[in-house]
Protein backbone atom coordinates (compact mmCIF):
# COMPACT_ATOMS: atom_id res chain seq x y z
CA UNK A 1 0.00 0.00 0.00
CA UNK A 2 1.47 3.30 -1.08
CA UNK A 3 -0.22 6.00 1.04
CA UNK A 4 0.69 8.49 -1.51
CA UNK A 5 -2.62 10.72 -1.74
CA UNK A 6 -2.97 11.12 -5.65
CA UNK A 7 -5.69 13.09 -7.13
CA UNK A 8 -7.34 11.99 -10.44
CA UNK A 9 -8.70 14.51 -12.88
CA UNK A 10 -11.09 13.22 -15.52
CA UNK A 11 -13.81 10.38 -14.53
CA UNK A 12 -14.41 9.58 -17.92
CA UNK A 13 -13.83 5.84 -19.16
CA UNK A 14 -9.70 5.71 -18.59
CA UNK A 15 -9.98 7.68 -15.74
CA UNK A 16 -11.84 5.57 -14.04
CA UNK A 17 -9.45 2.86 -14.58
CA UNK A 18 -7.30 5.07 -12.69
CA UNK A 19 -9.51 5.51 -10.49
CA UNK A 20 -10.24 2.08 -9.68
CA UNK A 21 -6.32 1.13 -9.66
CA UNK A 22 -4.70 3.91 -7.39
CA UNK A 23 -7.98 2.72 -4.74
CA UNK A 24 -6.59 -1.04 -5.37
CA UNK A 25 -2.56 0.70 -4.53
CA UNK A 26 -3.73 2.69 -1.36
CA UNK A 27 -2.93 5.95 -2.61
CA UNK A 28 -6.31 7.03 -4.18
CA UNK A 29 -6.74 10.53 -2.15
CA UNK A 30 -9.25 12.69 -4.48
CA UNK A 31 -11.22 13.45 -7.62
CA UNK A 32 -11.73 15.77 -10.08
CA UNK A 33 -14.54 16.59 -12.40
CA UNK A 34 -16.94 18.91 -13.61
CA UNK A 35 -19.96 16.49 -14.35
CA UNK A 36 -22.18 16.20 -10.75
CA UNK A 37 -23.16 12.96 -11.77
CA UNK A 38 -19.87 11.37 -12.45
CA UNK A 39 -18.98 12.68 -9.17
CA UNK A 40 -22.54 10.99 -7.18
CA UNK A 41 -21.34 8.09 -8.67
CA UNK A 42 -17.85 8.30 -7.81
CA UNK A 43 -18.56 9.02 -4.15
CA UNK A 44 -20.60 6.38 -3.64
CA UNK A 45 -18.17 3.83 -4.76
CA UNK A 46 -15.29 5.49 -2.89
CA UNK A 47 -16.61 7.40 0.21
CA UNK A 48 -13.75 8.10 1.55
CA UNK A 49 -12.43 10.16 -0.93
CA UNK A 50 -12.75 14.25 -1.38
CA UNK A 51 -13.99 15.25 -4.74
CA UNK A 52 -13.31 18.37 -6.69
CA UNK A 53 -15.27 20.87 -9.12
CA UNK A 54 -11.97 22.01 -10.29
CA UNK A 55 -8.30 21.83 -10.51
CA UNK A 56 -7.68 25.15 -8.21
CA UNK A 57 -9.68 23.61 -5.64
CA UNK A 58 -7.72 20.66 -5.48
CA UNK A 59 -4.19 22.34 -5.81
CA UNK A 60 -4.98 24.03 -2.68
CA UNK A 61 -5.05 21.04 -0.42
CA UNK A 62 -1.40 20.41 0.80
CA UNK A 63 -2.56 16.75 1.52
CA UNK A 64 -2.18 15.69 -2.22
CA UNK A 65 1.21 14.80 -3.38
CA UNK A 66 0.42 14.32 -7.22
CA UNK A 67 -2.11 13.80 -10.29
CA UNK A 68 -2.98 11.98 -12.73
CA UNK A 69 -4.33 13.77 -16.33
CA UNK A 70 -7.32 11.93 -17.84
CA UNK A 71 -9.00 15.12 -19.91
CA UNK A 72 -9.53 15.60 -23.67
CA UNK A 73 -5.58 16.02 -25.23
CA UNK A 74 -6.53 19.41 -25.61
CA UNK A 75 -6.05 20.28 -21.76
CA UNK A 76 -3.22 18.37 -21.12
CA UNK A 77 -0.52 21.59 -21.26
CA UNK A 78 -2.82 23.99 -19.06
CA UNK A 79 -3.71 21.25 -16.52
CA UNK A 80 0.08 19.97 -16.48
CA UNK A 81 1.40 23.01 -16.03
CA UNK A 82 -1.06 24.27 -13.48
CA UNK A 83 0.08 21.52 -11.64
CA UNK A 84 4.29 21.55 -11.95
CA UNK A 85 3.70 25.08 -11.26
CA UNK A 86 2.40 24.21 -7.65
CA UNK A 87 4.88 21.84 -7.10
CA UNK A 88 3.37 18.70 -7.52
CA UNK A 89 4.32 15.40 -9.32
CA UNK A 90 2.12 14.81 -12.50
CA UNK A 91 1.49 11.69 -14.73
CA UNK A 92 -0.64 13.21 -17.93
CA UNK A 93 -1.94 10.89 -20.11
CA UNK A 94 -0.77 10.30 -23.65
CA UNK A 95 -0.95 12.61 -25.93
CA UNK A 96 1.36 14.70 -23.99
CA UNK A 97 0.52 17.91 -26.11
CA UNK A 98 -0.58 18.44 -29.19
CA UNK A 99 2.48 21.33 -29.26
CA UNK A 100 6.50 20.69 -29.61
CA UNK A 101 7.10 24.04 -27.97
CA UNK A 102 4.63 23.27 -25.29
CA UNK A 103 6.00 19.80 -24.57
CA UNK A 104 9.45 22.08 -24.53
CA UNK A 105 8.01 24.05 -21.67
CA UNK A 106 6.34 21.57 -19.88
CA UNK A 107 10.01 19.74 -19.86
CA UNK A 108 11.15 22.26 -18.16
CA UNK A 109 8.90 23.48 -15.81
CA UNK A 110 9.61 19.95 -14.18
CA UNK A 111 13.41 20.47 -14.37
CA UNK A 112 12.89 24.00 -12.70
CA UNK A 113 10.32 23.10 -10.13
CA UNK A 114 12.37 19.28 -9.34
CA UNK A 115 8.51 17.74 -10.13
CA UNK A 116 8.22 14.08 -11.32
CA UNK A 117 6.53 14.43 -14.72
CA UNK A 118 5.08 11.14 -16.89
CA UNK A 119 3.42 10.82 -19.84
CA UNK A 120 0.82 7.86 -19.89
CA UNK A 121 2.80 5.96 -22.65
CA UNK A 122 1.33 2.47 -20.97
CA UNK A 123 2.72 -0.29 -22.83
CA UNK A 124 6.02 0.73 -22.25
CA UNK A 125 4.76 -0.91 -18.54
CA UNK A 126 3.35 -3.82 -20.17
CA UNK A 127 5.59 -7.29 -19.82
CA UNK A 128 5.62 -8.45 -23.15
CA UNK A 129 7.20 -5.03 -24.65
CA UNK A 130 9.70 -4.91 -21.59
CA UNK A 131 10.63 -8.95 -22.26
CA UNK A 132 10.97 -7.91 -26.50
CA UNK A 133 13.41 -4.90 -24.96
CA UNK A 134 15.25 -7.54 -23.08
CA UNK A 135 15.55 -10.08 -26.20
CA UNK A 136 16.81 -7.31 -28.55
CA UNK A 137 19.46 -5.97 -26.05
CA UNK A 138 20.59 -9.72 -25.52
CA UNK A 139 21.14 -9.87 -28.93
CA UNK A 140 18.90 -12.61 -28.98
CA UNK A 141 17.59 -12.03 -33.04
CA UNK A 142 20.94 -10.48 -34.06
CA UNK A 143 20.58 -6.65 -35.89
CA UNK A 144 17.51 -4.90 -35.30
CA UNK A 145 16.01 -4.31 -38.77
CA UNK A 146 12.61 -4.23 -39.23
CA UNK A 147 9.39 -3.10 -36.73
CA UNK A 148 5.76 -2.86 -37.74
CA UNK A 149 2.87 -2.32 -35.99
CA UNK A 150 -0.71 -2.65 -36.48
CA UNK A 151 -3.15 -1.15 -34.43
CA UNK A 152 -6.75 -2.25 -35.88
CA UNK A 153 -10.95 -2.26 -35.07
CA UNK A 154 -14.08 -1.17 -35.98
CA UNK A 155 -13.30 0.57 -32.98
CA UNK A 156 -14.52 4.06 -31.72
CA UNK A 157 -14.53 6.98 -33.75
CA UNK A 158 -14.09 9.92 -32.14
CA UNK A 159 -15.63 13.36 -33.61
CA UNK A 160 -12.26 15.92 -32.36
CA UNK A 161 -9.46 13.75 -32.62
CA UNK A 162 -8.51 11.67 -35.49
CA UNK A 163 -7.37 7.69 -35.56
CA UNK A 164 -3.68 9.00 -35.74
CA UNK A 165 -3.41 11.36 -32.46
CA UNK A 166 -5.44 8.83 -30.84
CA UNK A 167 -3.77 5.49 -31.50
CA UNK A 168 -0.66 5.83 -32.83
CA UNK A 169 1.13 7.64 -29.79
CA UNK A 170 1.15 3.99 -28.23
CA UNK A 171 3.48 2.49 -31.28
CA UNK A 172 5.27 5.57 -31.33
CA UNK A 173 6.71 5.40 -27.72
CA UNK A 174 6.73 1.57 -28.16
CA UNK A 175 9.13 2.28 -31.31
CA UNK A 176 11.28 4.61 -29.42
CA UNK A 177 11.35 2.52 -26.66
CA UNK A 178 12.94 -0.01 -28.62
CA UNK A 179 15.17 1.39 -30.75
CA UNK A 180 16.28 4.47 -28.53
CA UNK A 181 16.57 6.96 -31.36
CA UNK A 182 14.72 9.70 -33.22
CA UNK A 183 13.88 8.85 -36.72
CA UNK A 184 15.79 10.55 -39.64
CA UNK A 185 13.07 10.08 -41.94
CA UNK A 186 9.02 10.26 -41.22
CA UNK A 187 6.55 9.81 -43.92
CA UNK A 188 3.37 9.61 -43.33
CA UNK A 189 -0.47 9.85 -45.15
CA UNK A 190 -3.88 9.14 -44.04
CA UNK A 191 -7.46 8.82 -45.29
CA UNK A 192 -10.34 10.48 -43.95
CA UNK A 193 -13.94 8.37 -45.25
CA UNK A 194 -16.61 8.82 -42.68
CA UNK A 195 -15.63 12.96 -40.89
CA UNK A 196 -14.23 15.99 -43.52
CA UNK A 197 -10.85 16.43 -42.18
CA UNK A 198 -10.97 13.33 -39.63
CA UNK A 199 -8.32 10.60 -40.78
CA UNK A 200 -9.99 7.42 -39.90
CA UNK A 201 -6.45 5.36 -41.10
CA UNK A 202 -3.11 6.00 -41.58
CA UNK A 203 0.15 4.79 -42.68
CA UNK A 204 3.38 6.27 -41.37
CA UNK A 205 6.70 5.55 -42.31
CA UNK A 206 10.04 5.76 -40.32
CA UNK A 207 13.84 5.23 -40.90
CA UNK A 208 16.96 5.29 -38.47
CA UNK A 209 20.20 5.90 -38.38
CA UNK A 210 21.68 2.17 -38.51
CA UNK A 211 19.20 1.00 -41.56
CA UNK A 212 17.01 0.39 -38.84
CA UNK A 213 13.29 0.76 -40.37
CA UNK A 214 9.43 0.66 -39.54
CA UNK A 215 5.75 0.98 -40.59
CA UNK A 216 2.67 2.21 -37.82
CA UNK A 217 -0.68 1.44 -39.73
CA UNK A 218 -3.52 2.31 -37.71
CA UNK A 219 -7.28 2.56 -38.13
CA UNK A 220 -10.54 2.27 -36.44
CA UNK A 221 -12.48 2.20 -40.11
CA UNK A 222 -11.41 -2.20 -40.03
CA UNK A 223 -13.48 -5.52 -39.87
CA UNK A 224 -11.53 -6.98 -37.24
CA UNK A 225 -9.71 -6.36 -34.35
CA UNK A 226 -5.58 -6.21 -34.23
CA UNK A 227 -2.96 -4.81 -31.87
CA UNK A 228 -0.02 -6.92 -33.59
CA UNK A 229 3.60 -5.87 -32.89
CA UNK A 230 6.64 -7.94 -35.23
CA UNK A 231 10.16 -7.34 -34.57
CA UNK A 232 12.58 -8.66 -37.57
CA UNK A 233 16.46 -9.08 -36.81
CA UNK A 234 19.37 -10.65 -38.71
CA UNK A 235 19.22 -13.85 -36.96
CA UNK A 236 15.76 -14.00 -36.05
CA UNK A 237 12.09 -12.30 -35.38
CA UNK A 238 9.77 -11.52 -32.70
CA UNK A 239 5.31 -11.03 -32.65
CA UNK A 240 3.18 -9.93 -29.75
CA UNK A 241 -0.50 -10.13 -30.78
CA UNK A 242 -2.21 -7.80 -27.33
CA UNK A 243 -5.60 -7.98 -29.45
CA UNK A 244 -5.35 -12.09 -28.94
CA UNK A 245 -6.99 -13.69 -25.80
CA UNK A 246 -4.07 -15.28 -24.71
CA UNK A 247 -1.58 -12.17 -26.05
CA UNK A 248 0.98 -14.82 -27.72
CA UNK A 249 4.44 -13.58 -27.72
CA UNK A 250 6.22 -15.64 -30.02
CA UNK A 251 10.28 -16.71 -31.58
CA UNK A 252 10.90 -17.31 -34.21
CA UNK A 253 14.23 -18.32 -35.56
CA UNK A 254 13.71 -17.81 -38.88
CA UNK A 255 16.15 -15.48 -41.73
CA UNK A 256 17.65 -15.49 -44.98
CA UNK A 257 21.34 -16.09 -45.45
CA UNK A 258 22.82 -15.09 -48.98
CA UNK A 259 24.62 -17.69 -50.50
CA UNK A 260 26.18 -17.16 -53.82
CA UNK A 261 23.77 -13.39 -54.19
CA UNK A 262 21.00 -15.90 -53.76
CA UNK A 263 18.67 -15.18 -50.61
CA UNK A 264 18.31 -19.46 -48.93
CA UNK A 265 15.32 -19.58 -46.37
CA UNK A 266 16.28 -20.44 -42.83
CA UNK A 267 13.15 -21.68 -41.05
CA UNK A 268 13.84 -22.65 -38.19
CA UNK A 269 11.37 -23.87 -34.73
CA UNK A 270 8.72 -21.20 -33.67
CA UNK A 271 8.51 -21.42 -29.42
CA UNK A 272 5.93 -19.23 -27.80
CA UNK A 273 8.03 -16.87 -24.82
CA UNK A 274 6.64 -16.80 -21.27
CA UNK A 275 6.31 -13.41 -19.87
CA UNK A 276 4.86 -12.30 -16.14
CA UNK A 277 1.21 -11.47 -16.68
CA UNK A 278 0.69 -7.84 -14.88
CA UNK A 279 -1.99 -5.27 -15.66
CA UNK A 280 0.33 -2.39 -17.30
CA UNK A 281 -1.70 0.16 -15.95
CA UNK A 282 -0.83 -0.65 -12.44
CA UNK A 283 2.95 -1.20 -13.15
CA UNK A 284 2.88 1.98 -14.64
CA UNK A 285 0.85 3.69 -11.52
CA UNK A 286 3.25 1.83 -8.92
CA UNK A 287 6.16 2.80 -11.11
CA UNK A 288 5.05 6.48 -10.70
CA UNK A 289 4.16 6.20 -7.04
CA UNK A 290 7.87 4.78 -6.95
CA UNK A 291 9.45 7.80 -8.60
CA UNK A 292 8.48 10.26 -5.81
CA UNK A 293 11.06 8.67 -3.32
CA UNK A 294 13.72 7.89 -6.24
CA UNK A 295 13.54 11.70 -8.15
CA UNK A 296 14.34 9.35 -11.13
CA UNK A 297 11.88 8.27 -14.12
CA UNK A 298 13.77 6.38 -16.72
CA UNK A 299 10.77 5.32 -18.27
CA UNK A 300 7.83 7.47 -20.01
CA UNK A 301 9.18 10.37 -18.78
CA UNK A 302 8.81 14.12 -19.93
CA UNK A 303 12.03 14.17 -22.27
CA UNK A 304 10.77 10.45 -24.00
CA UNK A 305 7.35 11.63 -24.66
CA UNK A 306 8.94 15.13 -26.30
CA UNK A 307 10.21 12.71 -28.60
CA UNK A 308 7.30 11.31 -29.69
CA UNK A 309 5.60 14.78 -29.69
CA UNK A 310 8.18 15.66 -32.41
CA UNK A 311 7.70 12.89 -34.29
CA UNK A 312 3.34 12.89 -33.72
CA UNK A 313 3.64 16.90 -35.63
CA UNK A 314 5.88 16.23 -37.92
CA UNK A 315 3.68 13.02 -39.40
CA UNK A 316 0.47 14.69 -38.13
CA UNK A 317 1.81 17.47 -40.59
CA UNK A 318 2.38 15.02 -43.54
CA UNK A 319 -1.26 13.87 -43.06
CA UNK A 320 -3.21 17.53 -43.17
Known amino acids: MYHKN ?12 HIKTLHELGALYG ?13 QTYGYIKTFKDIDNALDDS ?3 GFTVCTPPETHYQLSKKI ?7 LVEKPFTLDISEAEELCNLSKKHSTIMMVGHVLLFHPA ?8 EQ ?8 IYSNRLNLGQVRTQENVFWSLAPHDI ?19 AFLQERIVDSTITKLKYNGGVEGHIFVSWLHPFKEHRLVVIGSEAMISFQDSDEKKPLKFYSKKFDMKNGFPKKIDGPTKEIEYERKMPLTEELKYFLDSFNSGIVEKSGANHALEVTKILVEASRQIK
Do not use: M
Open 6 to 17: ICVIGAGYWGYN
Open 31 to 43: VVDSNPKTIDKIS
Open 63 to 65: KIK
Open 84 to 90: TSSRKHV
Open 129 to 136: IIKIKELI
Open 139 to 146: GKIGKLQY
Open 173 to 191: AIFQYLIGRQPNSIKASGS
